[in-house]
């Protein structure tokens, strides 16, 4: 049975620092698209940064964030500075079942069912 476990979400001031974690297990996915979404209350979810072969972020979070993985670990990380308000969400661990997936698949389509998910760690930016 495969499962994502994030950690490392939190209370922090505007301008800190948080680092996310996300262990999983069951399979690995070293060929696979690993990433991370969020969802605010009353919001869509919506796509933060995803890892194969490259880099991948959206606009509101880059140059700030920083996704990496582990590969022998089976493990994402986002680390994220600077951090604002507006970046306080449930933040959601995904790996897509498919080495077909691409990073653009992340971007364009939040909701698929082509993706294992983190049951979500929560962020959380003071002002």
């Known amino acids: 049975q495969v499962q994502l476990v994030e950690s490392g979400g939190g209370l922090v001031q505007a301008g800190g620092s948080l680092r996310l974690s996300c262990a999983a297990s069951g399979r690995t996915f070293s060929y696979n698209v690993m990433g991370w979404f969020r969802q605010a209350p009353g919001k869509e979810r919506e796509f933060v940064a995803a890892?194969?072969?490259?880099?991948y972020y959206s606009d509101s979070v880059k140059g700030r964030f920083t996704i990496s993985r582990d590969n022998a670990k089976n493990t994402v990380y986002l680390q994220m500075n600077s951090l604002k308000p507006e970046d306080t969400a449930v933040y959601y661990c995904a790996a897509s079942r498919y080495t077909t997936v691409q990073p653009v698949d992340f971007m364009t389509r939040p909701n698929s069912r082509d993706y294992y998910w983190g049951q979500g760690t929560q962020v959380t930016v003071s002002s």
């Open positions: 890892i194969k072969g490259g880099t």
